[in-house]
């Protein structure tokens, strides 16, 4: 998610969540081939599996960005067909993607003869308006899936919503499309040899147990990030039922983390922002986020801020 699942967050969330895949931010290849890419791509061994999310359009330009990222010891190399944000769609990639099949059919074998890692994407069910008056609008989607696949592409996250291209902020765009799970499970019975990961509205362990059992995987978003603990439910539920990491004990390795990053530069915001959701829910947990808020503008802040912000919870 951009602005949000940089290396410090994924370090945070592979504290609570040791089996989960990562994804990285949606990370242009023009960025790539034309950046900084040190500090787009680097990240800490502990974050494995880690997928590269990519944005882009341009075949070449993609296949480069893919063996960079894949040089890099990224798990998986993703294309990103479900952002539709203005700044996105006057690129040509993103959402739009979906309304040229063939292209991203391109793209995917142009990144396939690169890199070794699987090559994947992430779509939404349909995006409006349609660009085929042929087809309904599944099968819209099942051609599209169908033409990618093609490609050698085998797993695709399913962002249920359509993308509606015009008029919608992305929030709008992530709340406002209804959500259409049974399109996604349409899928599945019609491509019984690929892998299909739901994506959109999943919160809860009940929901993921549910769809657990339509679909090889599921992707949480907002979720993840405004309540990360509920990874560690997950990975107990789900794999381990001895895993109870207390949210103290998360804080206090991630301090030992940002102690680290601090020395080698990395700004104290960037990394104590991603912690505010930790106590979601628990008493003391405004107050909690508060003290690190005001804590982290104190010039003379350090990774001890952590640590002194477990007294406030502690003391509930
Ligand atoms: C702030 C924000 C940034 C996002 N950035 C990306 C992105 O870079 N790439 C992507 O595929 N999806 C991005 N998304 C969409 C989410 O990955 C996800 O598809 C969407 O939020 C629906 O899932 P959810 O209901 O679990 O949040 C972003 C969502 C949010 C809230």
């Known amino acids: 998610m951009m602005d949000y699942t940089d290396r410090h967050c994924r370090y945070l969330l592979r504290l609570l969540a040791p089996g989960a895949l990562l994804y990285t931010e949606m990370v242009t290849s023009a960025a790539i081939a034309r950046g900084d890419v040190p500090r787009l791509l680097a990240f800490h061994p502990a974050e494995h599996p880690v997928a590269l999310q990519l944005g882009g359009s341009d075949p070449r330009e993609l296949a480069l960005a893919a063996r960079v990222g894949a040089g890099y010891g990224y798990d998986e190399i993703n294309l990103n067909?479900?952002?539709?944000?203005?700044?996105?769609?006057?690129?040509?990639?993103?959402?739009?993607?979906?309304?040229?099949?063939?292209?991203?059919?391109?793209?995917?074998?142009?990144?396939?003869?690169?890199?070794?890692?699987?090559?994947?994407?992430?779509?939404?069910?349909?995006?409006?308006?349609?660009?085929?008056?042929?087809?309904?609008?599944?099968?819209?989607?099942?051609?599209?899936?169908?033409?990618?696949a093609e490609a050698g592409c085998q797993i695709f996250i399913v962002h249920a919503r359509s993308a509606i291209l015009a008029g919608l902020s992305p929030k709008e765009n992530r709340e406002i499309p209804p959500l259409r799970y049974d399109l996604a499970r349409r899928l599945r019975k019609d491509f019984p040899h690929l892998t299909f990961v739901l994506n959109g509205g999943i919160r809860t362990l009940e929901a993921v147990k549910e769809h657990l059992q339509d679909f090889a995987g599921v992707m949480l978003g907002r979720e993840a990030y405004n309540n990360p603990y509920v990874l560690a439910t997950l990975h107990r539920e789900l794999f381990d039922p001895q895993w109870a990491p207390s949210r103290d004990a998360i804080v206090e390795q991630y301090a030992q983390y940002v102690r680290e990053r601090l020395a080698e530069g990395h700004p104290l915001r960037a990394m104590v922002r991603h912690v505010h959701g930790l106590y979601a829910g628990m008493p003391r947990a405004r107050a909690w986020r508060r003290f690190l808020s005001e804590g982290v503008t104190s010039p003379a802040a350090n990774a001890d801020l952590l640590l002194e912000s477990l007294d406030i919870v502690r003391a509930a």
């Open 81 to 148: 067909c479900g952002c539709p944000s203005d700044r996105v769609q006057s690129g040509r990639f993103g959402a739009c993607l979906m309304g040229e099949p063939e292209r991203v059919a391109a793209c995917v074998r142009a990144m396939r003869a690169e890199v070794a890692v699987p090559v994947t994407v992430k779509c939404r069910i349909g995006i409006e308006p349609m660009p085929r008056q042929d087809l309904d609008e599944y099968g819209f989607l099942r051609d599209f899936v169908g033409t990618v």
